[in-house]
């Protein structure tokens, strides 16, 4: 990812929700990855027992969250107009322990100028 940015100068304006929704995906995707990371670590490390289950439950949540994460990344990163590299770097963010924190926090900055504005409620004279 190069420290340049992205931000063209003709974007439409995206909606809120949109960024909402990725950021929450964003932040329970990474955290089940490292509750994944910490129950593999437990189970083929350190052989501890109980972890199998921890490990199987976490590693399903997390399978099937990415999933909608990669909607809402991709559903973002289009309608920023992200060139690929950044796309599938935000992407794959999902996949690297405590990488979707940092992605996140650098995709919010960039994307909240190009959010809609709420319409201000005009003052009525009556």
């Known amino acids: 990812m190069?420290?340049?940015?992205?931000?063209?100068?003709?974007l439409d304006v995206m909606k809120r929700s949109v960024l909402t929704r990725y950021r929450v995906m964003a932040y329970v995707t990474a955290?089940?990855?490292?509750?994944?990371?910490i129950g593999v670590i437990g189970k083929r490390l350190l052989s501890?027992?109980?972890?199998?289950?921890?490990v199987t439950v976490v590693g399903i949540a997390h399978g099937w969250l990415y999933v909608i994460y990669l909607v809402f990344a991709f559903d973002v990163g289009t309608k920023a107009k992200m060139p690929f590299g950044r796309l599938a770097w935000v992407l794959l963010a999902g996949?690297?322990?405590?990488?979707?924190f940092f992605v996140e926090r650098k995709v919010t900055r960039e994307v909240e100028p190009l959010l809609a504005k709420a319409p201000q409620p005009s003052p009525s004279t009556a």
């Open 2 to 10: 190069s420290g340049t940015s992205w931000r063209p100068d003709t």
């Open 48 to 54: 501890l027992d109980g972890f199998d289950s921890f």
């Open 95 to 100: 996949t690297i322990p405590t990488a979707a």
């Open 31 to 37: 955290v089940l990855l490292i509750l994944l990371t």
